[in-house]
């Protein structure tokens, strides 16, 4: 079990879960300003601020989000296949 899993078991059962950057970065292999434009756009879950110094994301929004770029997403050949 990962960090993130266990994170994430310890707060279902809390309610809410939400993830910080860290966490966000394991989820969604982005640089910060391509997720920051994504969000400003309105293409990406929005930030939230817990405190002056610490934002965090729903994590349902981002799991949501994942699952709608894969199902939107052209599949990639896969290496070494030849295109036609």
């Known amino acids: 079990m990962t960090t993130l899993d266990s994170h994430r078991v310890q707060q279902e059962n809390l ?3 939400v993830i ?12 910060e300003r391509t997720i920051l434009d994504l969000e400003k756009r309105g293409k990406f879950p929005k930030r939230f601020s817990v405190t002056a110094r610490l934002v965090v ?3 349902s929004e981002i799991d949501e989000w994942i699952a709608c770029q894969k199902a939107a997403g052209v599949q990639q050949p896969a290496p070494g ?3 036609r």
Do not use: A, E, M
């Not at 910080?20 to 640089?31: A, D, Y």
């Open 81 to 83: 296949s030849k295109s």
């Open 15 to 17: 309610g809410r879960v």
């Open 57 to 59: 994301w729903d994590l």
């Open 20 to 31: 910080n950057r860290k966490q966000l970065k394991i989820k969604v292999p982005l640089c």
